[in-house]
């Protein structure tokens, strides 16, 4: 019997997760639960793990699946590989890289910030001056695309710095980044990178995973830090034999094959290359609307796309109107942004006419609200 996609009429969603999900997820999360012991499933999350490797950009790294959400994530990173009382290098710039580093701090750990203004991209030499000033530090929390500003932070250049700089560990948030450019895990010398399923993977939400280096899985081996679920050693031993620690949310790990057979057989050059083309037209469409970037533009996302509205616009009566004259689903920005930014989400099953049509219900949205002001 042929199944009906689950989708609704003209629906453009582009929030910055979660994100449409294409045609072949939608089939696999119909398919009947099996036994998450045995063979039928381990096949599976062997071919995800190994197919998830390829995104991280790892030969090296171990591939940790935990059912949670992305936040799960930074926290699973902190517990396995802070102590209490460990010193922390957090660079924030933007709402969740404050939020990593306010999970280091939960944590017991003593955060020293390295405070950027939202919309700009971490620097590098300012990572340096920080290191060299703060002395030893147990680790560094980066932020790749920082989703609340729509930065895309310079992870290769920031990674040098602190290899160069420091035997920190190097924990990375790649929650909107992983699969919607490249990460190149091993070749940048990271220790431990997030994402989330609902994001540029292309599946429902349900599954944080996260990739660790041999240096990350020998620190959590040898780490006092009390924990259970989120254990990194344990979990690692479980995926070597082809499972999970705990019952995984087996629906979204059948979507997520998928997803990434699609990617891969899209090719993940192509992949990385049709985001970059995408978020280069949504920005060009609003800017010609009359919106100013908020991004860095010499850093600007391939995720997500964020912009400034003019005072006379609120960014709530915008997002409202899109949704219900339109069927356009956006973000708007994030505590004191909260109605002076926009935040179109262009990561995962995203095509041109997406862009079109969003770029066309924001200028005809905006033009009425100007109107009206």
């Not at 996609?5 to 929030?15: A, H, Y």
């Not at 999900?21 to 381990?42: D, I, K, N, T, Y």
């Not at 399923?197 to 006092?224: F, I, N, T």
């Not at 391939?302 to 609120?314: A, F, I, K, R």
């Amino acid at each position: 019997m042929t199944r009906t996609p689950r989708t609704s009429g003209s629906r453009n969603l582009r929030v910055s997760g979660p994100t449409p999900l294409p045609e072949p997820v939608l089939e696999a999360l119909g398919e009947q639960m099996v036994s998450h012991r045995g063979e039928e499933f381990r096949r599976r999350l062997r071919r995800v793990v190994a197919r998830l490797a390829q995104v991280f950009g790892t030969r090296e790294g171990t591939i940790l699946p935990f059912t949670a959400s992305g936040t799960g994530g930074l926290e699973a990173a902190v517990l396995n590989t802070l102590a209490p009382g460990d010193s922390v290098l957090a660079v924030r710039c933007g709402h969740f890289g404050e939020r990593f580093a306010e999970v280091a701090e939960c944590y017991g750990a003593e955060v020293l910030p390295l405070d950027v203004a939202w919309g700009r991209a971490a620097d590098p030499d300012d990572l340096r001056r920080a290191l060299r000033t703060h002395g030893p530090v147990a680790a560094v929390l980066l932020t790749h695309c920082e989703t609340s500003t729509g930065v895309l932070n310079p992870l290769a250049e920031l990674a040098a710095v602190v290899r160069a700089e420091s035997p920190a560990l190097v924990l990375v948030d790649g929650v909107s980044s992983v699969g919607a450019t490249a990460i190149d895990m091993d070749r940048l010398g990271l220790d431990v990178v997030i994402t989330a399923s609902q994001k540029a993977l292309m599946a429902p939400p349900g599954l944080v995973v996260l990739a660790a280096s041999r240096r990350a899985l020998e620190v959590s081996e040898r780490h006092c830090q009390r924990r259970y679920y989120f254990d990194f050693p344990k979990m690692a031993e479980a995926v070597a034999e082809g499972t999970t620690t705990y019952t995984p949310a087996m629906g979204v790990i059948y979507g997520l094959d998928a997803a990434l057979e699609q990617m891969l057989t899209e090719g993940l050059d192509q992949v990385f290359a049709r985001h970059r083309e995408l978020a280069a037209a949504c920005r060009d469409g609003l800017r010609e609307l009359g919106f100013e970037g908020f991004a860095d533009p010499a850093h600007a996302s391939p995720s997500v796309t964020s912009v400034l509205l003019p005072p006379e616009l609120s960014a709530s009566d915008i997002r409202s109107r899109l949704e219900r004259e339109h069927e356009v689903f956006i973000a708007q920005g994030r505590a004191h942004l909260k109605e002076r930014v926009l935040r179109v989400g262009h990561m995962g099953n995203v095509a041109r006419h997406h862009i079109d049509h969003l770029v066309a219900a924001v200028a005809a949205v905006a033009a009425s609200e100007r109107a009206l002001s």
